[in-house]
């Protein structure tokens, strides 16, 4: 079931974009956030009244795009991270380039030292970039120095 | 790739509507489609990744963004632009429904058989990300695919339900509502070569029973002078033209012109096993196979009468 994420667990997860990946905290601001399960998803969305009407009728099976598939321990959503603009992703990043970027969607480990730019300030997921677009999200895996693509559901499980 | 399976019911029933035209538009069967790509408008404007693909293509010159790709190709739908969602490899005449919606960003949209979502993601571009779409389907396994695309092209304004459309009911009314409806498929024989395995005028005439419901159902959840297009990837007219006669005769609403100039396409039938429909059915445009070069489409465009 898809209900409205209390407000207490949106702070907390827009701060965590905030202080992780730099997100300016005000481009939520136009955003529902929902949860179904530990998946948070948010809708942008001049209807919002609309969208609470059908959440409260249980009709819902998703919506807008998921930004946490588990929002517990801040699992970032890859395809949901597709929202953000590059220079809105001020920290713990790595920009790829095409070899990489492919590597990155054949689900390969990326060696850090092969990542010419890059801003990763500590262990945990990053967001990938490629051209002008952020492709995705990665595992920075510091003691191995490698990213991990986080492409559990993209590669293997829907397509 | 086998070539495509025609029944013999099927062919004797084009001969019947086509006369001269049957054996072309058999022979259109035969052939693959076109592909072709629209670029995601809701990432970006810039079609200059094209040009790095080593593929030549054709712009589409009756719909922005939208091309055909020219040369052979494999593993088109793996490139790192496809990944994450630039564009989508999208058969023209199934881009044309949205389009004819016309859909703003200020308007409450309903896709009432949305999934696989291919054309809710052109809704919501054509709508910049703004307003609102509900995307149903009552296919659990396709909803996935459809919030997987979603997902991929950037959607952000898309609430998706699973819901049976012939009695959806989210309790408001919406300004646009696009139902592309379940049909027998007979547009898609070119790609899927044993589509019409299973066709039978039983099918068909079934097919046209759901339709007319969901149709119904969604003339109820349209404000009054909202638009409704209709569509199938289908070209029996007991799915198409009599489909849009019962919304004319019965369900209060009137056909409206589709104005898209270039658009290699005929009217709709009058006139069928000898049937008649009313004159409001010519406005609705049939995409033949031997003539556009698509697949086999039907649109029309209603509006409910205030």
């Known amino acids: 079931m898809v209900r409205v994420l209390d407000f207490k667990t949106r702070e907390k997860l827009v701060n965590h974009a905030h202080s992780r990946y730099g997100i300016d905290k005000s481009f939520f601001e136009n955003y529902l956030f929902a949860i179904s399960g530990a998946s948070v998803s948010m809708i942008c969305s001049d209807k919002k009244d609309k969208v609470i009407q059908l959440l409260r009728s249980g009709l819902v099976r998703s919506i807008g795009i998921e930004l946490f598939s588990d929002y517990r321990d801040y699992t970032p959503s890859s395809l949901g991270f597709g929202v953000f603009k590059p220079c809105q992703i001020k920290t713990n990043f790595a920009i790829l380039d095409r070899g990489l970027a492919q590597a990155y969607f054949n689900d390969k480990e990326i060696q850090v030292k092969e990542v010419k730019d890059k801003k990763l300030l500590s262990a945990g997921y990053v967001a990938c970039i490629y051209c002008n677009y952020v492709i995705g999200t990665a595992r920075y895996d510091k003691e191995r120095e490698v990213l991990v693509p986080n492409l559990t559901y993209v590669n293997k499980k829907i397509k | ?306």
């Open chain 2, 1 to 306: 790739m086998p070539k495509p399976y025609l029944p013999k019911e099927f062919k004797e029933k084009y001969e019947r509507l086509l006369g001269d035209e049957s054996s072309a538009f058999f022979e259109s069967c035969m052939t693959k489609p076109a592909k072709s790509l629209i670029i995601n408008r809701l990432k970006t404007d810039d079609y200059g990744f094209l040009k790095e693909l080593e593929t030549s293509f054709e712009k589409v010159r009756y719909i922005d963004n939208t091309f055909f790709i020219k040369s052979e190709v494999s593993g088109f739908g793996n490139l790192i632009e496809q990944n994450i969602g630039l564009f989508q490899m999208q058969e023209v005449s199934s881009i044309l429904p949205a389009i004819v919606l016309d859909p703003k960003p200020s308007d409450i949209v309903l896709d009432l058989t949305a999934a696989p979502g291919n054309k809710t993601a052109v809704l919501a571009q054509l709508m910049g990300n703004r307003g609102l779409i509900i995307a149903n389907d009552i296919d659990k396994s396709r909803l996935n695919t459809l919030i997987f695309t979603l997902k991929k092209q950037g959607v952000t304004n898309t609430v998706v339900t699973c819901q049976n459309g012939i009695n959806f009911n989210p309790g408001f009314l919406f300004n646009r509502i696009l139902l592309d409806a379940p049909c027998s498929c007979e547009g898609m024989v070119r790609k899927k070569p044993d589509l019409l395995r299973d066709w039978s005028e039983a099918l068909v005439k079934s097919k046209a029973i759901v339709q007319k419901r969901l149709l119904s159902n969604a003339v109820s959840l349209l404000k009054d002078d909202g638009v409704l297009v209709y569509s199938t990837c289908t070209l029996s007219p007991e799915e198409d033209e009599e489909v849009i006669d019962y919304a004319v005769t019965e369900l209060h609403c009137r056909t409206e012109e589709i104005r898209l100039p270039g658009v290699p396409s005929s009217n709709g039938l009058l006139e069928y096993n000898h049937k008649r429909y009313c004159p409001d059915v010519s406005r609705a445009m049939r995409l033949w196979p031997h003539k556009s070069g698509t697949e086999g489409f039907f649109i029309c465009k209603l509006k409910k009468e205030a």
